[in-house]
């Protein structure tokens, strides 16, 4: 059997490029006793594992990516032959394995059992029901904490996580306001997922803009991508702001070490709050964090927006999107039909 594979050919400098990917083929091995092989139906792209593809970069939460190998990441897959007592065939997972058709794991791997009978593609397992949307949850829900009347500015307002994020802040009564990086976007955030104002982050009016779009100061502030719009932000809080930092992406591609904000010691005078989190440490609360997000669902009070890439070879290409921000909210890889929902919704 024939795995095709994408590898990191070389550690990027800076922005990641396409050349920065090699597409593979490869054989599947036999598994081993206490191994299962995976057959993956979706990829999540994620800016956070940019992270990890620099040398030197391993630390307590995942090591440095090896070159010419699998380039490490969140999948959705099905089981498709097992030699452990504890994970049967058929069964679908979401693991923290790599950007291939199959993968072969001895369970160690960060592993989710998921629910095949739920009536929703797939897919969002990996966005607004994974990770994604779990991440907006636990960050506004522990740390952000919005109340009815309050202003939220989310980062990265059309990215993966903010796109949920916003639609959060608003079901919790919250008037939202999003950064975006194109006029395209800004528009798209108000028609399609409500939010009550847009700022251009590359706007030469930037403060300007800003000001006017949160005239009663920022009370929480969802910061996906750290850099110089926190620098902005912090020059609008409230007292007793909430800084949810779910990412730095500023950071990722940076080739030397970015300056901090000159203002920190504004969170001193508001009596403000910046706290970091990682939803992977919350794994017992999935399941409350998924409750809430499908009854929102439901309600018609939250939509998922996917940006879709076909085919596992495409893995690196729709990657590059994320940093060009050519995609507009969740960046996913089909790796094959997806006849499991299908059948689910029938």
């Known amino acids: 059997m024939k795995n ?15 050349s920065d990917f090699r597409v ?6 036999e598994i081993r006793n206490g191994e299962m092989l995976i057959e993956n139906l979706y990829l999540s792209l994620d800016a956070g594992f940019r992270n990890w593809m620099n040398e030197g970069s391993g630390d307590d939460v995942l090591p440095a990516m090896p070159l010419d190998q699998p380039v490490m990441g969140l999948t959705l897959g099905r089981v498709k032959q097992s030699r452990r007592s504890d994970y049967r ?3 679908l997972l979401m693991a923290r394995l790599a950007w291939e058709e199959y993968s072969i794991s001895d369970g160690g791997d960060f592993i ?3 629910d095949a009978s739920w009536p929703y593609p797939l897919s969002y397992h990996l966005g607004v029901l994974g990770d994604t949307g779990m991440s907006a949850y636990f960050g506004l829900t ?3 904490t919005p109340q009815p009347g309050e202003t939220v500015v989310i980062s990265a307002a059309g990215g993966a996580v903010g796109s949920v994020a916003g639609q959060i802040a608003k079901i919790h009564g919250a008037r939202t306001v999003g950064f975006a990086g194109s006029n395209e976007k800004c528009e798209r955030l108000r028609t399609e997922l409500g939010y009550d104002a847009a700022v251009h ?9 800003l000001r006017a779009a949160c005239p009663d100061g920022i009370d929480v502030y969802f910061d996906n991508v750290g850099g110089p719009l926190l620098e902005h932000v912090l020059a609008h809080i409230n007292e007793g702001a909430r800084i949810p930092f779910c990412g730095a992406v500023t950071a990722y591609n940076a080739e030397e070490p970015l300056p901090g904000p000159s203002n920190l010691f504004e969170l001193v005078l508001k009596g403000a709050r910046l706290q970091g989190f990682m939803t992977h440490m919350q794994i017992d609360r999935y399941p409350e964090a998924r409750a809430a997000l499908a009854g929102w669902l439901d309600a018609g009070e939250l939509r998922s927006v996917e940006y879709v890439h076909e ?7 729709g990657f590059c999107h994320l940093f060009e921000g050519r995609n507009f909210g969740k960046s996913v890889v089909r790796v094959r039909p997806d006849d499991v929902s299908d059948s689910a919704r029938s």
């Not at 095709?4 to 396409?18: I, N």
């Not at 593979?24 to 091995?29: I, L």
């Open 89 to 91: 065939e058929g069964e």
């Open 142 to 144: 522990d740390i952000g």
């Open 311 to 317: 085919g596992v070879d495409r893995a690196g290409i």
């Open 201 to 209: 982050h590359r706007s030469a009016r930037l403060a300007e803009e």
């Open 24 to 29: 593979a083929t490869a054989e599947v091995r």
């Open 4 to 18: 095709t594979r994408v590898l990191l050919a070389r550690r990027p400098a800076g922005l990641p490029r396409e």
């Open 112 to 114: 989710v059992r998921l």
